[in-house]
């Protein structure tokens, strides 16, 4: 069994889940978003940076998963203050001496959807779906489930391909 913390980091809310892995059944453990609006943004990153050290405490995660940033060139500001976001995720992820995979978003939906594509709602659906959830969680929220089930999977392959190859070379 493991339990997977996935993060789906926001400059203003983060989103976070929690899952137990075991081989391929997944359950939800918990989920939530940390809201980060007020303040300044040296007091919003702490803000990110405590509340999941509280997750963290909680839940007691063996691995993490972090959505990468997507970079709009457009809005390159808001690339920085989200870049910042995820960097008082990672951060509390590292205090709390977690391994930290990342994923960018395209292959969370792959994952999770089946579409690198999928819109928010889609994904939201899945999740409910495949977790066997009685609501539908915020958008921040599921995207965080989806990051660690997207890690549960990518795990559970590497795993299977190391067994494989590993006794294919002997």
């Known amino acids: ?3 997977i913390l996935g993060v789906d980091p926001g400059s203003r809310q983060t989103g976070f889940g929690v899952i137990e892995v075991q081989g391929n059944h997944h359950r939800m453990i918990e989920w939530g978003r940390i809201r980060s609006i007020d303040g300044s943004m040296a007091e919003r990153l702490r803000t990110i940076f405590e ?4 997750v963290i405490a909680r839940t007691r995660p063996d691995e993490a998963a972090l959505e ?3 970079v709009n060139k457009v809005n390159a500001a808001s690339a920085l203050v989200l870049g910042q976001a995820r960097g008082a995720a990672f951060c509390a992820l590292g205090a709390a ?3 930290v995979a990342e994923y960018q978003p395209s292959q969370v939906k792959l994952a999770v959807t ?3 594509r999928a819109d928010k709602a889609q ?3 899945m999740v409910k779906m495949l977790l066997t959830l009685d609501t539908v969680p915020p ?6 489930l989806a990051v660690a089930m997207t890690h549960a999977q990518v795990r559970r392959t590497r795993q299977a391909t190391g067994l494989a ?3 294919s070379w002997k």
Not at 51 to 54: E, K, N, R, S, Y
């Open 1 to 3: 069994m493991t339990i």
């Open 51 to 54: 509340a999941l050290g509280d």
């Open 68 to 70: 990468e940033t997507f």
């Open 97 to 99: 001496g977690l391994s």
């Open 114 to 116: 089946g579409s690198g």
């Open 123 to 125: 994904v939201q659906q």
């Open 139 to 144: 958008t921040d929220a599921a995207d965080a």
């Open 165 to 167: 190859l590993q006794g």
